[in-house]
């Protein structure tokens, strides 16, 4: 559960270096989908060796899948894709 946590932090922490360039949020993008594989990785692993039931793996995998779709959606906030997006972003951020 600990590696869970850490994993997840990892996740946000990929989050905070996205910045409003594409390439930060495709960076980011790509270690929150790596966090939730091995996660998911990480809980195959444990039910495959009966240290926990599938019932709390699909549990933590479905939370696993729920904390990814918020990065992402976080992240593609972060990169405005017109400069009409840039501006507005701007201006909310001010």
């Known amino acids: 559960m600990k590696k869970l946590i850490a994993i997840a932090s990892a996740a946000a922490l990929g989050l905070g270096l996205a910045a409003c360039d594409s390439k930060a949020e495709n960076t980011a ?3 929150n989908n790596a966090a939730e594989d091995a996660t998911a990785d990480q809980v195959d692993a444990a039910e495959n060796a009966g240290q926990i039931s599938d019932a709390k793996g699909d549990a933590v995998k479905d939370s696993a899948d729920a904390k990814h779709d918020a990065v ?6 972060t990169d405005p ?4 997006e840039a501006a507005a972003a701007t201006n909310a951020a001010k």
């Open 29 to 31: 993008e790509s270690q």
């Open 72 to 77: 992402d959606h976080a992240l593609d906030k």
């Open 81 to 84: 894709n017109t400069p009409a």
